[in-house]
């Protein structure tokens, strides 16, 4: 069985509590982006081995989402033991949320496998105990995040048709750090009625950006320059440090950028 994680832009995010548990409750819009991993699941003889290729995983396998989801799903259902090879593409770190993909698609790559009696929805609890966002890539379809961003509803929103380019600089920027600069407070805008809008330039922003920006220069110089390219959108994605932009039509990558990762197509 051969799967496809893909990755996701999120489109406003606004820090609004520090919550008693140490998170944070916010309110962001995901969206699925066509760029993605690759992860093979085969049934295994003997016991659970995991393998990959692409970028580098660093880490014991035990601290691997593929490997815990494997996990909890076997708590519940008996599955016999799998292989999981997965191919590495998307930057880790990058606020794209390839591991939480990668993990919600082994949940769901393992139910389809073993047939077992369960729908994306019952997949959720599984998800949510992996990572914040993970319960999103469970469905290919923009949604409205609050809470930890895991309390999930559909919007009537889309990219279809738009070019899309991602630009991940390599600049190392830790959760920790994101979320030490930035003070919680109620969100500016109805988030759920702004992103059904145009505007989005003049009414939706990423809270990271105010503290992220200063210290990080070069995504504050990114997202301009995105801007000067043509685009109708441009912000930094989650926590960072991927700067994305939104374009009516195709755009050819500048030179400058051949030191970067980028990533562009025509969102279907």
Known sequence: MVL????????????????????????TCFFPVPWTDVLEITPSEGEFTFSSSGLDIAGAIEDNLCYKAYELLHK?????????????????????????????????????LFQLPLTNEDLKPYAVKLGSDCAFFLSNQAAFGKGKGDQLSPIDASLKGKFLVLLYPAVGISTAQAYAGVTPAKAPVDLRKAILKTDWKETISNDFEKSIFPTHPVLASLKE????????????????????????????????????TVWSGLVD
């Open 225 to 260: 320059e995105m801007y000067t390219l043509g685009a109708t959108y441009a912000a930094m994605s989650g926590s960072g440090s991927t700067i994305f932009g939104i374009f009516d039509k195709k755009i050819d990558p500048p030179a400058g950028w051949a030191d970067y």
């Open 76 to 112: 519940d259902h008996q599955m016999p033991p799998v292989h999981i090879h997965l191919h590495k593409i998307i930057p880790m770190g990058a606020g794209l949320g390839g591991g939480s993909s990668d993990a919600a698609f082994t949940l769901m790559g393992l139910r389809d």
């Open 4 to 27: 496809f994680p893909h990755a996701k832009i999120n489109i406003g995010l606004y820090i609004t509590k520090k919550r008693k548990d140490g998170f944070h409750d916010l309110e």
